[in-house]
């Protein structure tokens, strides 16, 4: 079972599109929307105890879907994802890949 985790600090302008892209994904490869979390961040403790590294970030069954950045410190702020496009939001790629891999396994 996946368990996947979109957490999110309010205000932020791009957790809205984040969470649809993993719908929507989720929704392709049968995954059912009930195994999608949305954790509101709302400090630094709170950035730190979950490993947070801005907002909007995704965790699939603990680990953050940005691999090259799982060894990053906790940011308790916006953040941009380094997938050839440096944007708010992860590609549908990246999100794909993630859920792929822990499927495969």
């Given at each position: 079972?996946?368990?996947?985790?979109?957490?999110?600090?309010?205000?932020?302008?791009?957790?809205?599109?984040?969470?649809?892209?993993?719908q929507e994904?989720?929704?392709?490869?049968?995954?059912?929307?009930?195994?999608?979390?949305?954790?509101?961040?709302?400090?630094?403790?709170?950035?730190?105890?979950?490993?947070?590294?801005?907002?909007?970030?995704?965790?699939?069954?603990?680990?953050?879907?940005?691999?090259?950045?799982?060894?990053?410190?906790?940011?308790?702020?916006?953040?941009i994802y380094?997938?050839?496009?440096?944007?708010?939001?992860?590609?549908?790629?990246?999100?794909?890949?993630?859920?792929?891999?822990?499927?495969?396994?």
């Amino acid at each position: 079972m996946l368990n996947i985790t979109l957490l999110y600090f309010e205000g932020c302008p791009h957790w809205r599109e984040a969470f649809g892209l993993v719908q929507e994904v989720c929704k392709e490869k049968g995954i059912p929307e009930s195994q999608i979390r949305l954790v509101e961040v709302r400090n630094e403790d709170e950035a730190s105890r979950y490993g947070f590294l801005g907002s909007p970030s995704i965790q699939i069954n603990g680990t953050d879907i940005e691999k090259s950045r799982i060894n990053d410190r906790p940011l308790f702020g916006c953040r941009i994802y380094r997938d050839n496009r440096n944007a708010g939001v992860p590609s549908r790629a990246m999100i794909t890949d993630a859920i792929e891999e822990i499927m495969k396994k």
